[in-house]
């Protein structure tokens, strides 16, 4: 069980409120792990989780799994401590497993600009894998520009920046228990 779940958030002088709940994040990702073990059942899977942000999502993910699966992680960054991309991607950690013939579940817990995503894919067809799924919790429809393979999306959601349950904000908040929404006010006046 979670604690850590305020009904406002100040975090770097801006202002979240509450967007998804614990309920309705524990709902979702109980549906995926139910399409996910149906989908892969007998052919252990390899979940690569994007480190920092999918590490909270794909643990809980993970668990809502009922057939055998292993995982790795890989970290980029393409944010650093502002709210909108770099435009650049710094790869900081690649997988250590040998993916070659592996049925892989990439997990992501945003896909935004999709930058970060269509740059994954690319690193990851490299491998050789067997196939590649990708997964997000969250995805901002409109703020898509880069060309991307979406195939589990847990919710679709407009384009204001999101914290929460492993997304930070200038490294703060990862462990609040819900997702939580800039206040459109503070978005626009910026
Ligand atoms: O679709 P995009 O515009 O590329 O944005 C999505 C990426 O942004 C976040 O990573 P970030 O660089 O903030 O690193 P973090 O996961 O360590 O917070 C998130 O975890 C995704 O990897
Ligand atoms: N925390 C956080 N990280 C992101 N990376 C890309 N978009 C976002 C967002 O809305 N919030």
């Known amino acids: 069980m979670s604690l850590y779940k305020p009904e406002t958030?100040?975090?770097?002088?801006?202002?979240?409120?509450?967007?998804?709940?614990?309920?309705?994040?524990?709902?979702?990702?109980?549906?995926?792990?139910?399409?996910?073990?149906?989908?892969?059942?007998?052919?252990?899977?390899i979940f690569i989780g994007v480190l920092n942000g999918a590490y909270i999502f794909l643990s809980d993910l993970m668990r809502s799994v009922e057939i055998p699966c292993e995982v790795d992680f890989l970290k980029?960054?393409?944010?650093?401590?502002?709210?909108?991309?770099?435009?650049?991607?710094?790869?900081?950690?690649?997988?250590?497993?040998?993916?070659?013939?592996?049925?892989?579940?990439?997990?992501?817990?945003?896909?935004?600009?999709?930058?970060?995503?269509?740059?994954?894919?690319?690193?990851?067809?490299?491998?050789?894998?067997?196939?590649?799924?990708t997964v997000t919790l969250l995805h901002k429809t409109e703020?898509?520009?880069?060309?991307?393979?979406?195939?589990y999306v847990g919710f679709k959601i407009p384009t204001l920046f999101v914290l929460g349950y492993g997304l930070d904000y200038a490294q703060e908040g990862r462990n609040l228990a819900q997702i939580y929404i800039l206040d459109e006010e503070d978005q626009e006046n910026e």
Request: glycine share 6%; with cysteine; proline share 2%.
């Open 76 to 133: 980029l960054s393409s944010y650093g401590d502002e709210k909108v991309s770099s435009g650049e991607v710094t790869d900081l950690k690649d997988i250590d497993a040998d993916i070659e013939g592996r049925n892989v579940i990439l997990v992501e817990d945003i896909v935004d600009t999709g930058l970060s995503m269509n740059y994954l894919l690319d690193k990851l067809e490299k491998k050789n894998p067997e196939s590649i799924a």
């Open 9 to 45: 958030v100040q975090c770097n002088g801006e202002t979240f409120s509450i967007y998804l709940t614990e309920e309705e994040l524990e709902e979702r990702i109980a549906e995926l792990g139910k399409e996910l073990s149906e989908k892969y059942e007998g052919q252990n899977p």
């Open 143 to 151: 703020a898509t520009h880069h060309e991307v393979q979406l195939d």
